[in-house]
C-alpha cells in the first residue's frame, strides 16, 4: 500500500512510500528510522496523535517530528500554497527566514509569497525565534484572474 511519510528530522523531506498491508505505525518508524528511539517523536496519522500498534492504511500520511533536538528551535510552519497545511517544525539555531524558505520551498521563489513570522512581515535576514510563527502565502494564484 502507498502511504503519504513526511520525515521532519533534520532536514526533512516527504514522499510516497509502499509499505506492506497490517503494517503498524512502531514496524513503520522502526523501518524508517532504525537508529531513532519513537518515545523521542512526536508521530502523528493523518495530522492526528495515533498508538504505535495503529495499522496504517492506503493512502494514509504519516508525519515523524522529533519532540526536541538539540541546537534547534521549534516553529510553526503554515504553508498557504495549493491544499495548504499547518505544522510544528524543528529548525537549526540561527536559521534565517531566507534560509527557512530555501529549505521549504525550494522549488519557489520568494518574491513570489507574502511570508510573515508573528503576522508581521520581516526581513530576509531576521533569525526565526522558539515558537515563531512562519506564514508562506503565494500572491498570485496560478490561473486565477
Known amino acids: 500500500m502507498r502511504i ?39 508521530i502523528r496519522v493523518n ?35 495549493g491544499g495548504g497545511f499547518a505544522d510544528y517544525i524543528q529548525i537549526a539555531d540561527g536559521t534565517s527566514v531566507e534560509q527557512f524558505f530555501a529549505e521549504r520551498l525550494p522549488a519557489c521563489k520568494p518574491q513570489d509569497y507574502l511570508i510573515r513570522v508573528n503576522r508581521q512581515p520581516v526581513a530576509q535576514n531576521y533569525v526565526l525565534q522558539e515558537s515563531d510563527r512562519v506564514t508562506c502565502t503565494p500572491v498570485k494564484i496560478e490561473g486565477a484572474a
Open 4 to 42: 503519504l511519510f513526511i520525515n521532519n528530522d533534520g532536514g526533512g523531506f516527504a514522499d510516497y512510500v509502499e509499505t506492506a498491508e497490517g503494517t503498524t505505525v512502531e514496524k513503520f518508524f522502526s523501518d524508517q528510522l532504525p537508529n531513532r528511539k519513537s518515545e523521542d517523536y512526536l
Open 47 to 81: 495530522r492526528q496523535p495515533v498508538a504505535s500498534d495503529y495499522c496504517l492504511q492506503d493512502g494514509d500520511r504519516i508525519t515523524m517530528t522529533p519532540t526536541k533536538i538539540e541546537g534547534a528551535a521549534r516553529v510553526l510552519f503554515i504553508n498557504n500554497d
